[in-house]
């Protein structure tokens, strides 16, 4: 079995062998400061899977898109999800395959901005930032897979909800209201359903938050659907046995209608039974081609297949708000590093007990016998108990990097089904 140890490593970029802090303890209230971090673009190639989508495609983004016959290589995958998801080291979310194209560039003319905290100026902000930072509300840095939360909202359990992980249930202050008028449409229209099963936002002041690769900048969520029977269950695999279509179609509509939602991304076999009970409730077809991936050319789409959401949704919403302050406020914030943490093969120091021999050493930390010979300069295979060896293995690496602040982003108008 491999183990991942701290250790203090140089690595070629900017690197800061600290230990791994643990996560913090709920608590209530904004949080202050101290960012989080994460990779940027210029980071070592191991990086790469943090990165995000690919810049704006214009009309060329369309090709990038899976097709849409329905066949899923997760259709094979086992029903026994772990129930501790969130424990097991998977990655839980990718990045859409291509961006949103009404989302990429603003528009010549933005409408005038109606938040007063958006009318501040630059010296305003400034001033802000360095006196109060506070008053400048919650503040969304850099992007979902390269980000932080500033001044973060922590999500409280509620009636109609339960959080999976109360340490990883902060968001922007947009996001956690987005949230809480989801639930409240859902339970005025179904005041019976089962709690909702809410699991992670971000961490409190952002960055890494393992097993994701979003999830950093307090705009993302993960969401359990509904089962048959009233269960409430997490990471169960939605399948069209047990998948409850009325509410779990409720809840989509939902995040539709009262939030800007950027993305949701749901498995394909999930989107097909949830689209088809849409169409035999009676939804308009146009506006559910709009909307969903599955079933429609739209490369648009805002409900995307990403692998794995066969068990679980993940929003991303817009903040208008958080987004846009936060790019502007970047510059004057007092800490705008994020830590990235990521495994890397590295050295770490092993002192042998007595009886233990280089191939046990071998065997319990996945590697060679002369891969331990190496590290050491070994000329046998002789270990001496109660000396220290090195020994390859997975390692934890925390490299700090300055944030850096993404393009302007329109929020593009609520796609809304026709009235009537
Ligand atoms: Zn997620």
Not at 335 to 361: D, F, M, N, Q, W
Not at 397 to 413: E, G, I, K, M, Y
Request: charged share 20%; proline share 11%.
């Amino acid at each position: 079995m491999r183990r991942a140890l701290l250790l203090s490593l140089c690595v070629a970029c900017a690197c800061t062998p600290n230990a791994v802090p643990p996560r913090p303890a709920p608590v209530s209230g904004p949080a202050p400061q101290g960012l989080p971090v994460a990779p940027d673009a210029s980071a070592a190639p191991s990086a790469n899977a943090l990165s995000d989508p690919p810049p704006p495609a214009g009309d060329g983004a369309a090709a990038a898109n899976p097709s849409e016959d329905g066949a899923d290589p997760e259709d094979d995958a086992p029903a026994d999800a772990p129930e501790t998801p969130y424990q097991d080291g998977g990655i839980d979310d990718e990045e859409p395959d291509a961006p949103r194209a009404d989302a990429a560039a603003p528009p010549a003319a933005m409408p005038p901005p109606t938040d007063p905290l958006l009318q501040l100026s630059d010296a305003e902000i400034r001033a802000r930032a360095k006196k109060d930072p506070a008053s400048l509300g919650s503040l969304s840095l850099g992007a979902p897979a390269a980000g932080g939360l500033y001044n973060g909202v922590q999500m409280q359990n509620g009636d109609h909800y339960q959080l999976v992980d109360a340490g990883a249930s902060w968001g922007t202050r947009e996001t956690v209201d987005d949230l809480l008028r989801v639930v409240a449409k859902i339970y005025a229209q179904h005041p019976d359903a089962p709690p909702l099963s809410i699991g992670h936002l971000s961490a409190h002041h952002g960055g890494p938050l393992s097993p994701h690769r979003s999830h950093q900048s307090g705009r993302d969520v993960d969401i359990g659907y509904y089962y048959a029977g009233g269960q409430t269950a997490w990471y169960a695999r939605a399948t069209a046995d047990n998948l409850d279509r009325a509410l779990s179609w409720t809840l989509v509509r939902a995040l539709l209608t009262e939030t800007d939602a950027e993305y949701i991304f749901i498995a394909r076999s999930v989107q097909k039974l949830l689209k088809e009970h849409a169409l035999a409730a009676g939804e308009d077809p146009a506006w559910l081609d709009t909307v969903f991936q599955y079933g429609s050319a739209n490369p648009n789409a805002i409900i995307r297949h990403v692998h794995g959401h066969d068990t679980h949704l993940h929003v991303r919403f817009f903040n208008p708000v958080a987004e846009e302050l936060g790019r502007r406020a970047l510059p004057f914030l007092p800490e705008r590093k994020l830590v990235e943490r990521r495994e890397e093969e590295g050295l770490a120091p092993y002192r042998v007990h007595k009886g233990e021999t280089i191939s046990y050493l071998a065997r319990k930390f996945n590697t060679t016998v002369d891969a331990i010979r190496r590290a050491n300069r070994l000329k046998s295979q002789r270990l001496v108990a109660g000396r220290t060896y090195l020994v390859p293995q997975k390692i934890v690496v925390q490299h700090s990097r300055r944030l850096t602040a993404p393009p302007r982003v329109a929020v593009p108008p609520r796609r809304l089904p026709p009235k009537g």
